[in-house]
């Protein structure tokens, strides 16, 4: 059966084990009694002001597993793509690397090419082009990339999506540089999985981008994350059809009343978990975020899921691939993986400052599966 116009509200579980799944539909609530479900709901762009992710990305997935029980990986590892085009729009249009591949340059309006001495200037990775677009808009910048500086670049032949897209936006790329900012792109942290691809949880799989495989490590390559969905997710569909379904019980209805509006997590997040961030204003984030997560408040769902977000981060006290710490600029000497469940996180804010400067506890969280 196929239920169209259909949101998952809750995951129903009984001594840590799927029983059902409560959704809204368009005749109302519903209850789909089942001990199998595989959560596929995508990233969490849209928990930031500026994201190429749709506004409705705001990892409901993570919120229903961790309202499950189940144990999250990474969740600290968020990718900022560097050149999304800067506009009003929600999602901001991406400007592709093929652009700065074909010789286009980034500038600040005094046509300063402030990455010139950087390694790789503008075709370094991501994380580094991100950082240091970040920085100089932080400096009071605003960054262009110029397409018109690529010696013997069509910019309208060769991109011709790319050049609609700017000219929709009032930005002719043959004529003018076209504005651009870092936007939230892709989380490589989600529910953890094992080889199987099976969470803590009886009976619960994700796949696609709310699953945190490893496989992206702390800084995915660009154009693989459609290859690990596709790839992971055949995992699971053949772990889905091994598992024998038990008998089904009939599942005890959760109260699905809870907010899905991420307003008002929005600023909170993309200040305290951008590009740089530190521990200061991800304590902050941690106690703004705290009260929003109760089950009765309009953001309860995108609050826990930028609760454990800030949580993780503040845990990670080191620079690792996307995440980027200005109070901890090092990378630790041993790679982990980062887990935690939505009780850790929901303990901890109010004694954040305590919990999180002492280096015993703060250090790093413990090994994933
Ligand atoms: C602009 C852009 C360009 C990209 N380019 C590339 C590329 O070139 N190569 C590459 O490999 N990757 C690329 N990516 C990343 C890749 O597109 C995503 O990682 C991938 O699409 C995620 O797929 P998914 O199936 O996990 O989630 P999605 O495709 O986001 O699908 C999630 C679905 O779940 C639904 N949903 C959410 N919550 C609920 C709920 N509670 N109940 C019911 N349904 C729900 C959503 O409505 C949506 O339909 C790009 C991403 C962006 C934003």
């Known amino acids: 059966m196929v239920s169209e116009a259909t949101t998952a509200r809750r995951l129903i579980v009984d001594d ?45 997935g993570l919120a229903l597993a961790a309202r499950a029980g189940a144990v999250m990986a990474d969740l600290e590892f968020i990718q900022f793509h560097p050149t999304a085009l800067d506009s009003k729009s929600y999602p901001l249009k ?9 010789g286009a340059i980034l500038l600040d309006e005094n046509g300063d090419r402030f990455m010139a001495n950087e390694p790789g ?15 100089h ?20 032949r060769r991109f011709p999506t790319i050049t609609a897209m700017c000219r929709e936006a009032g930005v002719d790329p043959v004529t003018q540089p076209i504005p651009i900012r870092p936007a939230v792109h892709y989380h490589m942290g989600g529910i953890s999985v094992d080889t199987r691809g099976r969470t803590s949880v009886a ?48 599942p005890a209805l959760p109260d699905g009343n809870v ?13 305290a978990a951008g590009v740089l961030r530190d521990g200061e204003g991800l304590r902050a984030a941690a106690r703004a975020l705290y009260p929003l997560a109760v089950p009765q408040h309009a953001a309860s ?10 949580m993780a981060a503040l845990r990670r006290q080191e620079s690792r691939g996307a995440h ?46």
């Open 121 to 135: 200037a503008e075709l370094a990775p991501r994380d580094i082009v991100a950082r240091a677009v970040w920085r």
């Open 301 to 310: 769902d995108p609050a826990i899921v930028g609760l454990m977000i800030v």
């Open 203 to 250: 009976g619960l799989w994700p796949c696609g981008e709310v699953t945190c495989t490893g496989l992206h490590g702390a800084n995915r390559l660009a154009s693989n994350s459609l290859l690990e969905a596709a790839v992971c997710g055949g995992f699971v569909a053949q772990d889905v059809a091994a598992t024998a379904s038990t008998r089904r019980r009939k």
């Open 94 to 102: 991406l400007v592709s690397e093929a652009v700065r591949g074909e």
């Open 137 to 156: 808009m932080r400096a009071g910048h605003r960054v262009f990339l110029d397409a018109r500086r690529a010696k013997g670049l069509d910019v309208a």
């Open 324 to 369: 980027a710490r200005t109070d901890f600029p090092d990378r630790a000497h041993l790679a982990r993986h980062s887990t935690l469940c939505l009780t850790d996180a929901l303990e901890t804010p109010h004694m954040a400052d305590r919990t999180f400067v002492s280096p015993a506890r703060g250090r790093l969280p413990k090994q994933a599966a």
């Open 259 to 271: 907010g899905s509006d991420p307003t008002s997590v929005r600023p909170i997040l993309s200040r």
């Open 16 to 60: 840590n084990a799927v029983t059902g799944v409560l959704a809204a539909t368009d005749r109302g609530p519903a209850v789909f009694a089942t001990d199998r479900v595989v959560i596929a709901t995508g990233g969490i762009g849209g928990l930031f002001l500026h994201s190429t992710n749709p506004a409705g990305s705001v990892g409901q």
